[in-house]
């Protein structure tokens, strides 16, 4: 026997005893044929979806609050922060966390120096974070905090 011949031969029983293991096991052969029955072999992992706990949310709530307090906007004359809503995203671990907040003062930023109308002025904030880290805050869909620039 040739080592050609040898070594595809050790390769088919190779797969056999795999196959044998795969279908021994009464759990692994009911997801084989649910698989089946959902048209075609999926894979396991794509299955599984990203689980997001509580504790991931607070730490999400806590990096946002702490961003937007710090933000030119907020930080120069805004107050009555407060939480509106909590969104997953598509990319893993990224979530959008929205708050509303009301400045003294119109317009974005730091105005330091400025002439000011002096008015009550709501705000919608948007965080947007993966994992620990801000990719994102952007004040009315208008103004990027972390760059200090109108989007609009």
Same mark, same amino acid.
């Given at each position: 026997?040739?080592?050609?011949?040898?070594?595809?031969?050790?390769?088919?029983?190779?797969?056999?005893?795999?196959?044998? =293991?795969?279908?021994?096991?009464?759990? *692994?052969?009911?997801? &084989?044929?649910?698989?089946?029955?959902?048209?075609?072999?999926? +894979?396991?992992?794509?299955?599984?979806?990203?689980?997001?706990?509580?504790?991931? &949310?607070? *730490?999400?709530?806590?990096?946002?609050?702490?961003?937007?307090?710090?933000?030119?906007?907020?930080?120069?004359?805004? @107050?009555?922060? +407060? @939480?509106?809503?909590?969104?997953?995203?598509?990319?893993?671990?990224?979530?959008?966390?929205?708050?509303? &907040?009301?400045?003294?003062?119109?317009?974005?930023?730091?105005?330091?120096?400025?002439? =000011?109308?002096?008015?009550?002025?709501?705000?919608?904030?948007?965080?947007?974070?993966?994992?620990? +880290?801000? =990719?994102? =805050?952007?004040?009315?869909?208008?103004?990027?905090?972390?760059?200090?620039?109108?989007? +609009?």
């Amino acid at each position: 026997m040739d080592k050609k011949t040898l070594a595809a031969g050790i390769i088919v029983l190779a797969v056999f005893a795999a196959a044998f =293991l795969f279908f021994k096991n009464p759990q *692994k052969v009911e997801e &084989f044929k649910e698989s089946i029955g959902k048209g075609g072999l999926v +894979k396991q992992e794509e299955e599984k979806t990203e689980e997001f706990t509580k504790e991931d &949310f607070e *730490k999400a709530k806590k990096i946002a609050q702490e961003a937007i307090e710090n933000a030119p906007t907020y930080k120069f004359d805004g @107050f009555d922060l +407060k @939480f509106v809503s909590f969104e997953k995203l598509d990319c893993p671990g990224c979530v959008e966390i929205v708050y509303s &907040f009301k400045s003294r003062n119109a317009g974005y930023g730091s105005r330091q120096g400025k002439i =000011l109308a002096q008015k009550i002025t709501p705000h919608e904030i948007r965080a947007n974070i993966q994992g620990e +880290k801000l =990719l994102s =805050l952007v004040t009315d869909r208008t103004f990027d905090e972390l760059r200090g620039i109108f989007l +609009k």
